[in-house]
């Protein structure tokens, strides 16, 4: 647990974004188990209006239904960010299907339902104590974070990574086609017109090319340490 200098503890606000595969995600649940803090998935907030809109039969081309449903739910997290409940309900398991994956891009796109995402993120961390990780978290969704990091990696890097998960669970892939699908990905997420993914001037960068997981984490940490014993 990070302390200040009487050693009373610090609920600090941490920011993490990073382009796909980069391991933000794996770095920021770690880094909430650490620290005892809550981890701020922001792709399982939209993962679980998804699957709202699915059990309420709302088409993803239906944006004004979708921003309904988003302005009349709540999502929160439990368990250091490892359950997601939906309206009370614990839907961790419900949101990473099939059905969720082909959908999830479409409604996460619609304006209005980002905006209510961003609203419910910011009310999750309004008292600090939380890892917070996206594609536009230090930018747009926590711009006043008290630390901010940007995470990456090399395409080679990343699409070596995804191969190997593919091919672990028995899925067939070529290294050419993750590489040409990652930088497709970075560009639809850099170009975007709302929320594009950018290094904040005031985010550290941390390339974990070379890096292990843990590596990246005591990066992290030690930054955290650093912050409040000054």
Known sequence: MTVDMSGSPIALTIAIDGPAGSGKSTAARLIAE?????????????RAITLLSVQSGVEPSNQIALIELA??????????????LLDGIDVSTQIRTPVIDSQV??????????????R?????????????????????V?????????????????ANRRFNELQGK???????????E??????ADKSRLNSPLKIDQEAIVIDTSDLTIGEVVSTVLKKTDHFSTN
């Open 71 to 84: 302005q009349n739910c709540q999502i929160e997290f439990v368990d250091n960010g490892q359950i997601t």
């Open 34 to 46: 650490r620290l005892d803090y809550v981890y701020l998935n922001s792709g399982s907030m939209y």
């Open 142 to 158: 926590l711009p006043n974070a008290d630390l901010k990091f940007y995470i990456t990696a090399s395409v080679n890097v990343r």
């Open 105 to 118: 891009a479409a409604v996460a796109k619609v304006p209005g339902v980002r905006k209510e995402m961003v």
């Open 170 to 180: 028995g899925i067939n892939c070529s290294i050419s086609q993750i590489v040409q």
């Open 182 to 187: 990652i930088t497709d990905r970075d560009l």
């Open 120 to 140: 419910q993120q910011r009310r999750i961390a309004s008292s600090g104590g939380v890892v917070a990780e996206g594609r536009d978290t230090t930018t747009v």
